[in-house]
């Protein structure tokens, strides 16, 4: 199969290099098949860990990428990597149902993948340094962004509180503060802990997208997040029985392997069901 390069918001270090283009393949198969199975008991962040390390065929130089390599990248860079890969696997338009939080109706939001992405940043390291000022002290804060590592570590925690779990990334990503009088705080100032979490996702925009709408009936402005990961699962989430049906059907009448037919995209793999039942139809008078 032949990956498609793309290129990341914001990149990773590979050795001495900035790495930013990723060669996908769409979701087959065998990557349904995950989602049905082993992909059900894990958390969010894990499994998009799994999806990606299977989709995500070369990273900069490295072939394969593999969970760990996929584990190290920005938070953004996972979310736009799910859409180049849910734009290769299911198309270009993105269809949601939601409800007004105002009027409470249902709204149907149409959106096209390339208005989610973002354009790469202007900023190519991995520490970024912030100051941040109360009354009394200044601090210069040095940090990452968070990566999939930490949206892993802290997924147990997230599933008790969200605030708890932001916290504890929070900690992870910072790795050093200076005051003006103490040099490598031990523990993080409470204006830090406030401040921060802005900062530090304006560096990393990609990785939580929020869309602005308008209520077509009562016309209240509101945002809500989109959740690039979350959407493509439950997009891929076919009914288990349905899913076999559609292996079986090709695996019946083509008389190919199922680890063939997993192996389809799955859009082939429709493509040809839809040629299958047409043939069908007319009795089979042509094949
Ligand atoms: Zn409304």
């Known amino acids: ?14 050795g001495e290099e900035w790495c930013d283009s990723a060669w996908l393949r769409p979701v087959t198969g065998r990557e349904e098949e995950f989602l049905l199975s082993e992909g059900r008991q894990m958390t969010a962040a894990a499994r998009v860990t799994e999806l990606l390390a299977r989709c995500v065929e070369r990273l900069g130089p490295v072939e394969p990428v593999g969970a760990e390599l996929v584990r190290r990248l920005n938070v953004g860079d996972r979310e736009a990597l799910l859409l180049h890969i849910r734009r290769m696997t299911l198309g270009e ?73 932001a916290e504890l990334v929070l900690r992870r990503c910072v790795e050093r503060v200076d005051s003006r009088n103490e040099e490598n705080l031990s523990e993080l100032p409470p204006i830090v802990l406030r401040d921060l979490p802005g900062k530090m996702a304006a560096l990393d925009p990609q990785a939580e997208l929020l869309l602005d709408l308008t209520c077509p009936e009562c016309a209240a402005g509101f945002v809500v997040p989109f959740d690039a990961g979350d959407y ?56």
């Open 93 to 165: 338009r993105v269809s949601c149902l939601l409800s007004c939080p105002n009027c409470g109706k249902k709204m149907d939001l149409d959106l096209e993948i390339g208005e989610l992405l973002l354009s790469p940043y202007p900023h190519r390291k991995k520490t970024h340094a912030v100051d941040i000022a109360d009354a009394e002290n200044s601090y210069r804060v040095m940090f990452r962004v968070p990566n999939g590592e930490d949206q892993e570590a802290v997924a147990n925690s997230a599933a008790q509180s969200v605030d708890r779990a």
């Open 232 to 287: 493509l699962c439950r997009e891929l989430a076919t009914e288990e029985r349905e899913f076999y049906r559609e292996v079986h059907s090709l695996s019946w009448h083509y008389h190919w392997s199922e680890d063939a037919v997993l192996g389809l995209s799955r859009r082939k793999r429709h493509i040809y069901l839809d040629l299958l039942s047409d043939e069908l139809a007319q009795g089979g008078r042509t094949a």
């Open 1 to 14: 199969m032949q990956g498609v390069e793309v290129h990341l918001p914001g990149g990773v270090p590979i």
